[in-house]
């Protein structure tokens, strides 16, 4: 559990909030969605987690959608920077989905220790690091409520419920499920920051949802 903290929220937050200060969010978001096909070929190795074809398939059709929102690929400024440091974000969260299982998967742990230890480890090392790089700020009211909820909604709530996602949920499906928010990011991004989405953007985010309701319509038949 501290592992998957400083892996967690220490690295993976921590180069997200890079990132986003570099790329716009949409553009963030649909690169940490290559997550689920890099913890599909980890799953195999380390936790005999083999997916079936039509999973296979929804991942291809998941990095197909971010390719299609992507190109052609014309980085400018400090854009390029900015993906370097989504990707070492990416590889990150991964590593943490395969942890995370492999914690959760046993169910002797309750998922809400497992989110406040990880958590605690990996924030108070983010918090360190922070403020021996830039100091403590100068935080208005509105800047503290949206702290707040960062940290009890974004955060604390929606960390637990992954953790109980992967109690019962393979770490792919759980990641794959995790990308559906891109469409949602999308929505949000265009309504509070101004960030359009072009035709050919939201053609790759529906592939990249369809690629995901494959996977989940092929547990479906497994379970039933």
């Known amino acids: 559990m501290i592992l998957l903290g400083i892996i967690?929220?220490?690295?993976?937050?921590g180069t997200q909030f890079l990132g986003l200060s570099l790329l716009p969010s949409v553009t963030v978001s649909l690169w940490l969605n290559f997550t689920p096909l890099i913890v599909a070929i980890l799953g195999i190795f380390f936790l005999n987690e083999k997916p079936s074809k039509l999973q296979w398939l929804g991942a291809t059709l998941?990095?197909?959608?971010?390719?299609?929102?992507?190109?052609?690929i014309s980085l400018i400024?400090?854009?390029?920077?900015?993906?370097?440091?989504m990707?070492?974000?990416?590889?990150?969260?991964?590593?943490?989905?395969i942890l995370g299982r492999d914690i959760n998967r046993s169910k002797?742990?309750?998922?809400?220790?497992?989110?406040?230890?990880?958590m605690g480890i990996g924030a108070i090392i983010l918090l360190s690091v922070g403020l021996i790089l830039?100091?403590?700020p100068v935080i208005s009211l509105k800047t503290w409520l949206f702290i707040l909820w960062l940290a009890v909604v974004n955060t604390a709530f929606a960390f637990t419920l992954w953790?109980?996602?992967?109690?019962?949920?393979?770490?792919?499906?759980?990641?794959?499920?995790?990308?559906?928010?891109?469409?949602?990011?999308?929505?949000?991004?265009?309504?509070?920051?101004?960030?359009?989405?072009?035709?050919?953007?939201?053609?790759?985010?529906?592939?990249?949802?369809?690629?995901?309701?494959?996977?989940?319509?092929?547990?479906?038949?497994?379970?039933t």
């Open 8 to 13: 967690f929220y220490t690295f993976t937050q």
């Open 62 to 72: 998941f990095i197909v959608g971010i390719v299609t929102y992507f190109f052609p």
């Open 77 to 85: 400024g400090n854009q390029a920077l900015g993906l370097i440091i």
């Open 87 to 97: 990707t070492i974000g990416v590889i990150a969260n991964s590593i943490s989905a």
């Open 108 to 118: 002797n742990i309750s998922p809400l220790v497992v989110t406040f230890i990880s």
């Open 134 to 136: 830039d100091g403590f």
């Open 163 to 223: 953790n109980v996602t992967l109690r019962s949920l393979s770490a792919m499906e759980s990641s794959i499920i995790n990308g559906t928010m891109l469409i949602q990011i999308a929505i949000l991004a265009w309504i509070f920051l101004g960030e359009k989405i072009t035709l050919q953007e939201g053609i790759g985010m529906l592939i990249a949802a369809i690629g995901a309701l494959f996977v989940q319509i092929k547990r479906k038949i497994n379970t």
